[in-house]
């Protein structure tokens, strides 16, 4: 067990504090560019990790790619409990219709309660590596 725990800490691509470390600073802004920007950095270094993990590179690509699609919510969510961002940041959004802003706003707070919930567990880097894995390969999951 501790051999697949480490080989699951060496395939993390980068080290969690570069998840969004320029927007964390009190009274920094975080624009929708900036998102989409953080966004893409961790789609990337998910499936960096993905492919680096036991198991994963062995499977068929179609399942995972399958996995990756079913589990992306979750994978990115985890990363940023490791570097408080939007919680600690501002937020700055482009104009646009009002009732798109407050479902956008809820999306946020949803997102934000669950990074919150990650942070009051205060899992180390090797807790954290196992969730991503156990997400990643949940199993029931229909894709």
Same mark, same amino acid.
Do not use: H, W
């Given at each position: 067990l501790s051999e697949l725990i480490s080989?699951?800490? $060496? +395939?993390?691509?980068?080290? %969690?504090? $570069?998840?969004?470390?320029?927007y964390s600073q009190p009274g920094s802004v975080m624009g929708i560019d900036n998102i989409c920007e953080l966004a893409a950095r961790l789609l990337f270094s998910t499936v960096e990790w993905a492919r680096n993990i036991p198991f994963f590179p062995e499977l068929p690509l179609p399942d995972q790619v399958a996995l990756l699609r079913l589990s992306w919510s979750e994978l990115s969510a985890l990363p940023l409990h490791m570097a408080p961002l939007l919680a600690a940041a501002g937020f700055h959004a482009s104009p646009m219709a009002a009732d798109r802003v407050? +479902?956008?706003? *809820? =999306? !946020? #707070?949803?997102? =934000?309660? =669950?990074?919150?919930?990650?942070? $009051?567990? =205060?899992? *180390?880097? +090797?807790?954290?590596?196992?969730?991503? %894995? !156990?997400?990643?390969?949940?199993?029931? #999951?229909?894709?």
């Open positions: 080989q699951l800490l $060496r +395939a993390e691509p980068y080290p %969690a504090a $570069r998840y969004g470390s320029q407050v +479902a956008f706003m *809820d =999306q !946020i #707070r949803v997102f =934000q309660e =669950q990074v919150e919930k990650l942070n $009051r567990l =205060q899992v *180390d880097s +090797a807790e954290f590596s196992c969730l991503k %894995a !156990i997400a990643l390969f949940t199993p029931g #999951r229909v894709g």
